[in-house]
């Protein structure tokens, strides 16, 4: 059979994960957890420069925006890591159908 056609097959049609589909995966990660903690520490700690020197309170509250981003970042990174995890299970049940279904 002409490959052009073949590859329309129902049988051809399943896809299978690459190396470079995990790849891509791993800098999407990379990236979102990167920004998950970047974010909130960047933004609350100058919220909190701010206030400390409106209300003449040096330390203050840079010291607790930076707790409150750090807390804010677990949860959102706990959130990301459970979604994360399951998208991986998922590409890795793609590989393995595909491997069975040439068994």
Known sequence: MCKVV????????TKKTSGLQYQLF??????????SI?????????????LDGKYDRLPLFTILGFVLAA????????????????????????????KEQQI
Request: proline share 3%.
């Open 6 to 13: 073949a590859q329309f097959m129902p049988e051809n049609n």
């Open 26 to 35: 791993a800098f999407k990660m990379l990236g979102d957890f990167g920004a």
């Open 38 to 50: 970047a974010v909130p520490v960047v933004v609350l700690v100058l919220v909190g420069q701010y």
């Open 71 to 98: 807390a804010i970042s677990a949860k959102i990174i706990y959130k990301k890591a459970k979604f994360y995890g399951e998208e991986y299970k998922r590409m890795n049940d793609m590989g393995k159908d595909k």
